[in-house]
């Protein structure tokens, strides 16, 4: 048995029923996009992922990356081998243009890709989705000859990118970021400073590292304004594309974690180095902002493959492990502890909990191609409005999730949960990053009332909260009892959602303390609202296929049955948010700490 299997039924039950892979598949751009041969695409990368990624995750956890006396980074044993077999196969292409050697397949695939790649090892695959976010940001504000220099060889994996913004003084804060950059005779720049945290900033992985170094030009405005973007490559690159001169910078040291073990964390030391400007000075934040939804929906992908990864490991121990008698079992033996119906408990929980931030992931990628893809600027202009909203939920949800997924795994375990062996821990210690780095969930909270639910005053999220009440009254009205159960309980949800929002909408602006204080309980109401409302779209298109005698009954079934749970058992804990939302701040500010 497979460490893990990527859950390909469950994967194209989204992609076909809660997200339309195929309507995708029609717009501008994406004409090559066969959605069968697309799955053929996600079974195979699935298998390679499952077989070459997975075996390493522990093999990561305990060896870690190390640092050698002279800087550089070794991988644990078996990543230059398996990274190598992950570029030649072209999986890192696959959502890149064509002119630059990728597949030009939408950011949907690559996010179902990366559903896989993370469940198989997390720490293995921050490094091509870094890779990623540097190929987007040269993709937009690159220069041509940036871009003709770079990207190939990015695009294909062979040289790997990274993001540098934290400063031991700026992490939240970015605007306090001191590194300098000063032009030299030639219209290149000298970057100066330190930067910590910095993910795969040193390794042995590919032929060339290429920095994104967020930095100071001379006389840039304080704060945010000022915030200028550089390419820093560890290695020059010649006129002929060739590598040359080593560039100014190290790894002074590397980090040691709670979790992603092998995902080399580092200190890095920038001292005089040659950097290229990207675009124009002072606009990297803006640039940055613009990045945001790609990375921060990966982020929030990585709660959904952890807790995946986790639930299968989970479902196997509690079949195979035989504790007490359950009721009604024979007596003479011991049940396994599946039998039990606290543990069916967990189990049920972790994957409905899991089947909801898939469709939400998928729904926000799909949401992201549209929105750049789609001729009518109408529909455009409203995918892209609905992306905004849904990334700070898909961050911040989906990675609070991933903690209490993986958590509930171990529980599932007993005390062979807590023991390193079983392999299970190392999920939960894996997760716990995914909450604190691309924007704590704090912050994601903060941009969910202070960004978000202004977005045309409130006109988007009113938008938003009418379609998950057109959903709950469809289904209200359905004959079939358990699509009637889920509708009733989607109302519910819905009306305490409503009167959150708009008591936030009516005091957040008079107070912003108000809006503050209410932050985090807001964000989560909206991720298991948003949950519940794209489980009742999936329970009611498994029960369309149900009755029309499409598709595999007992999985569809479970479908319905999982939305049900849902809807009954962990949506009613979205009312309970509520008066903390509609509190106010005065408890938070009176506390003396
Ligand atoms: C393993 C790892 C990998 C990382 N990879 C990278 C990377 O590749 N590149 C990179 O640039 N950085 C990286 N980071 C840095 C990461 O993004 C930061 O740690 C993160 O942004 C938080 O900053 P901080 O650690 O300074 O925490 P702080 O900003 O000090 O936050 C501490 C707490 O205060 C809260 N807080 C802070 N400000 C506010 C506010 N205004 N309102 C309300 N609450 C607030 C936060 O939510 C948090 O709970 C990584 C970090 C780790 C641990």
């Known amino acids: 048995m497979p460490e893990y299997e990527a859950p390909l039924a469950d994967m194209r039950f989204v992609l076909e029923n809660v997200v339309d892979l ?3 598949a029609q717009l501008p751009g994406f004409e090559h996009v066969d959605p069968e041969t697309t799955y053929g695409i996600l079974e195979e990368s699935g298998r390679f992922f499952s077989q070459e990624f997975a075996p390493l995750n522990r093999v990561g956890d305990t060896q870690h990356s190390r640092r050698g006396e ?115 005779d030639d219209g290149t720049w000298r970057i100066t400073g330190q930067k910590i945290f910095i993910t795969y900033g040193e390794h042995d992985l590919a032929d060339n590292i290429v920095h994104l170094v967020l930095a100071r030009v001379p006389d840039a405005p304080p704060g945010t304004k000022g915030i200028s973007c550089f390419i820093v490559p560890k290695f020059l690159v010649n006129d002929d594309g060739s590598l040359g001169e080593r560039n ?13 073990n092998a995902s080399p964390t580092c ?33 929030g992908v990585e709660g959904l493959s952890l807790g995946e990864r986790a639930y299968q490991q989970a479902v196997r121990y509690a079949t195979e492990r035989r504790q007490g008698r359950a009721v009604g079992a024979p007596p003479g033996a011991d049940s396994p502890i599946v039998e039990h119906p606290d543990v069916r408990r967990m189990l049920l929980t972790m994957r409905a909990q899991i089947e909801a931030l898939r469709c939400l992931a998928y729904l926000n990628a799909e949401s992201l191609d549209i929105a750049g893809r789609h001729p009518d600027p109408a529909v455009a202009t409203a995918r892209q409005e609905l992306a905004d909203l849904l990334t700070p939920i898909t961050k911040g949800w989906g990675t609070d999730l991933g903690v209490e997924l993986t958590s509930l795994a171990v529980q599932v375990h007993g005390g062979m949960g807590y023991i390193e062996e079983t392999g299970v821990a190392q999920h939960y210690r894996d ?32 938008d938003y909260l009418a379609g998950i009440e057109a959903t709950a009254a469809e289904l209200s009205g359905a004959a079939e009892p358990d699509l009637a159960t889920i509708g009733k309980h989607l109302a ?82 979205a009312a309970g948010l509520a008066p903390a939302v509609t509190a106010g701040p005065g408890d938070l500010l009176a506390a003396v700490f």
């Open 267 to 299: 200190v890095m030391a920038y001292d005089g180095a040659v950097g290229y400007l990207i675009g124009e000075a002072n606009q990297g934040m803006r640039y940055m902002f613009k990045m945001m939804n790609n990375a921060r929906l990966s982020v």
């Open 22 to 24: 195929q309507a995708l």
């Open 431 to 462: 997760a716990r990053i995914a909450p604190i780095y691309e924007g704590t969930n704090g912050i994601q909270a903060m941009d969910m009332v202070g960004r978000k639910l202004p977005m045309r005053a409130g006109g988007v999220m009113a």
């Open 70 to 184: 002279d800087g550089a980074v070794t991988t644990p044993a078996g990543f230059v081998g398996a990274y190598r077999r992950y570029v030649d196969a072209g999986w890192q292409a696959v959502p890149f243009p064509p002119e630059y050697g990728g597949g030009g397949f939408p950011w949907l695939v690559a996010i179902a890709m990366q559903e896989m790649m993370t469940a198989s090892n997390m720490a293995f695959s921050l490094c091509p989705l870094l890779t990623q976010g540097a190929i987007d940001m040269l993709l937009h504000y690159g220069s041509e000859e940036q871009r003709e220099v770079y990207l190939p060889r990015m695009v294909t994996g062979e040289w790997t990118g990274t993001m540098n913004l934290t400063e031991p003084q700026a992490g939240s804060d970015v605007g306090a970021l001191t590194t300098r950059a000063v032009p030299a």
């Open 248 to 260: 100014a910078l190290e790894c002074v040291s590397i980090e040691r974690k709670m979790g992603i």
């Open 492 to 573: 519910d949800a819905h009306a305490a959602l409503r009167q959150a929002t708009d008591w936030l909408l009516a005091n957040g602006l008079a107070d912003p303390n108000n809006a503050l204080a209410a932050a985090s309980p807001y964000l989560r109401m909206c991720g298991i609202v948003t949950g519940g409302w794209l489980l009742a779209r999936s329970a009611a298109a498994a029960q369309r296929a149900l009755a029309e005698g499409r598709g595999d009954a007992g999985f569809l079934t479970q479908k319905v049955l999982t939305a049900r749970f849902y809807a009954e058992q962990l949506l009613p804990q």
